[in-house]
């Protein structure tokens, strides 16, 4: 049997923009797709503290710092926001005993907390 697992989350990113005209997506600072251990592309879920929204997108590269919702995701977020990003996995029971999901806390700037 498989079950899906946390993979990976960024925690507590400020949303730098909202973009209504844009395709869609989220763009994320290279940087901390990297972190996180995300792919180009790859489905995430982001979790609005401010306003309790929650839904689905995809990843794609953006510019140093940013937290940027594209698309019909602009109108789910606000500027300034907090969001949690948060990726899954699908893995077999035993494998998720052992599995370790990689968390990635960041500053009001997008900046990697050591």
């Not at 790859?42 to 953006?62: A, C, M, S």
């Not at 594209?70 to 990726?87: L, P, T, W």
């Not at 494998?95 to 990697?112: L, Q, S, W």
Request: proline share 1%; net charge positive.
């Amino acid at each position: 049997m498989q079950i899906e697992m946390l993979q990976s989350k960024i925690h507590r990113a400020t949303v730098t923009d909202a973009n209504l005209n844009y395709v869609g997506s989220i763009s994320i600072d290279e940087k901390l797709i990297k972190a996180a251990k995300l792919k180009e592309f790859q489905k995430v879920e982001i979790l609005d503290v401010n306003n309790g929204e929650r839904f689905q997108t995809y990843v794609i590269k953006g510019k140093k710092g940013e937290i940027c919702l594209n698309g019909a995701a602009a109108r789910k977020v606000a500027k300034g926001d907090i969001v949690i990003i948060v990726s899954y996995a699908s893995m077999s029971e035993k494998k998720a005993r052992k599995f370790k999901p990689t968390i990635v806390h960041v500053d009001k700037k997008n900046k990697i907390i050591k």
